[in-house]
Nanobody, 119 residues
Framework: QVQLEESGGGEVQAGGSLRLSCAVS????????MGWHRQAPGGRREFVAS???????NYANSAQGRFTISRDNRRNTADLQMDSLRPEDTGVYYC?????????????WGQGTQVTVSS
Protein backbone atom coordinates (compact mmCIF):
# COMPACT_ATOMS: atom_id res chain seq x y z
CA GLN A 1 0.00 0.00 0.00
CA VAL A 2 1.41 3.35 -1.04
CA GLN A 3 1.73 5.84 1.79
CA LEU A 4 2.94 9.42 1.99
CA GLU A 5 4.46 10.99 5.08
CA GLU A 6 5.06 14.71 5.50
CA SER A 7 7.60 16.36 7.75
CA GLY A 8 9.04 19.81 8.34
CA GLY A 9 6.05 21.81 9.49
CA GLY A 10 6.24 24.22 12.39
CA GLU A 11 5.82 27.81 13.43
CA VAL A 12 7.66 30.71 11.91
CA GLN A 13 7.33 34.48 11.87
CA ALA A 14 6.12 36.32 8.81
CA GLY A 15 8.93 36.68 6.28
CA GLY A 16 10.58 33.47 7.41
CA SER A 17 11.08 30.15 5.65
CA LEU A 18 10.14 26.51 6.10
CA ARG A 19 10.93 23.40 4.12
CA LEU A 20 8.42 20.58 3.92
CA SER A 21 9.35 17.07 2.87
CA CYS A 22 7.24 14.19 1.65
CA ALA A 23 8.44 10.61 1.58
CA VAL A 24 6.76 7.81 -0.37
CA SER A 25 6.67 4.29 1.04
CA UNK A 26 5.11 1.04 -0.08
CA UNK A 27 6.30 1.30 -3.66
CA UNK A 28 9.47 1.76 -5.66
CA UNK A 29 7.51 3.12 -8.61
CA UNK A 30 7.93 6.78 -9.45
CA UNK A 31 4.53 8.42 -9.12
CA UNK A 32 3.63 10.65 -12.07
CA UNK A 33 2.71 13.84 -10.21
CA MET A 34 3.44 14.78 -6.62
CA GLY A 35 2.21 17.93 -5.04
CA TRP A 36 1.21 19.95 -2.04
CA HIS A 37 -2.17 21.23 -0.98
CA ARG A 38 -3.15 23.17 2.11
CA GLN A 39 -6.20 23.82 4.23
CA ALA A 40 -6.50 26.94 6.33
CA PRO A 41 -8.63 26.91 9.50
CA GLY A 42 -12.26 26.94 8.43
CA GLY A 43 -11.27 26.89 4.78
CA ARG A 44 -11.31 24.47 1.89
CA ARG A 45 -8.33 22.43 0.80
CA GLU A 46 -6.52 24.23 -2.00
CA PHE A 47 -3.76 23.42 -4.43
CA VAL A 48 -0.33 24.90 -3.73
CA ALA A 49 2.21 23.31 -6.07
CA SER A 50 2.99 20.13 -7.96
CA UNK A 51 5.70 18.58 -10.07
CA UNK A 52 5.66 15.76 -12.58
CA UNK A 53 8.21 12.98 -12.57
CA UNK A 54 9.77 14.71 -15.55
CA UNK A 55 10.35 17.86 -13.52
CA UNK A 56 7.58 20.14 -14.79
CA UNK A 57 6.34 22.37 -11.95
CA ASN A 58 2.98 23.99 -11.47
CA TYR A 59 2.16 26.63 -8.85
CA ALA A 60 -0.89 28.34 -7.49
CA ASN A 61 -0.80 32.11 -7.94
CA SER A 62 -0.37 32.52 -4.19
CA ALA A 63 2.77 30.35 -4.23
CA GLN A 64 4.38 31.63 -7.41
CA GLY A 65 7.69 33.36 -6.72
CA ARG A 66 7.79 32.39 -3.05
CA PHE A 67 7.55 28.59 -2.99
CA THR A 68 9.70 26.08 -4.82
CA ILE A 69 8.79 22.45 -5.30
CA SER A 70 11.41 19.81 -6.03
CA ARG A 71 11.53 16.06 -6.41
CA ASP A 72 14.10 13.33 -6.04
CA ASN A 73 12.87 10.38 -8.09
CA ARG A 74 15.59 8.07 -6.81
CA ARG A 75 14.64 8.71 -3.18
CA ASN A 76 10.95 9.04 -4.08
CA THR A 77 10.56 12.31 -2.22
CA ALA A 78 9.06 15.71 -2.90
CA ASP A 79 10.00 18.87 -1.04
CA LEU A 80 8.40 22.29 -0.79
CA GLN A 81 10.66 25.21 0.05
CA MET A 82 8.55 28.07 1.35
CA ASP A 83 10.09 31.54 1.59
CA SER A 84 8.67 34.95 2.46
CA LEU A 85 5.92 33.28 4.42
CA ARG A 86 2.78 35.24 5.28
CA PRO A 87 0.17 34.71 8.00
CA GLU A 88 -2.30 33.67 5.30
CA ASP A 89 -0.02 30.72 4.49
CA THR A 90 -1.04 29.18 7.82
CA GLY A 91 -2.75 25.82 7.55
CA VAL A 92 -2.30 22.10 7.33
CA TYR A 93 -0.16 21.14 4.35
CA TYR A 94 -0.82 17.83 2.65
CA CYS A 95 1.41 15.92 0.31
CA UNK A 96 -0.44 14.11 -2.46
CA UNK A 97 0.44 11.96 -5.42
CA UNK A 98 -1.49 10.89 -8.47
CA UNK A 99 -0.86 8.84 -11.54
CA UNK A 100 -1.12 9.98 -15.13
CA UNK A 101 -4.70 10.68 -16.14
CA UNK A 102 -6.15 10.73 -12.63
CA UNK A 103 -7.18 13.69 -10.53
CA UNK A 104 -6.10 14.56 -7.01
CA UNK A 105 -9.21 13.11 -5.42
CA UNK A 106 -8.23 9.71 -6.80
CA UNK A 107 -4.69 9.96 -5.57
CA UNK A 108 -2.83 9.13 -2.39
CA TRP A 109 -2.68 11.66 0.44
CA GLY A 110 -0.56 12.09 3.52
CA GLN A 111 -1.84 12.94 6.98
CA GLY A 112 -0.71 16.55 6.79
CA THR A 113 1.70 18.77 8.67
CA GLN A 114 0.84 22.02 10.42
CA VAL A 115 2.38 25.30 9.27
CA THR A 116 1.78 28.37 11.38
CA VAL A 117 3.00 31.81 10.34
CA SER A 118 2.71 34.49 12.98
CA SER A 119 2.60 38.20 12.25
Amino acid sequence: QVQLEESGGGEVQAGGSLRLSCAVSGTNAVLHTMGWHRQAPGGRREFVASMTSGGTPNYANSAQGRFTISRDNRRNTADLQMDSLRPEDTGVYYCAARQWGSNWSGGVWGQGTQVTVSS
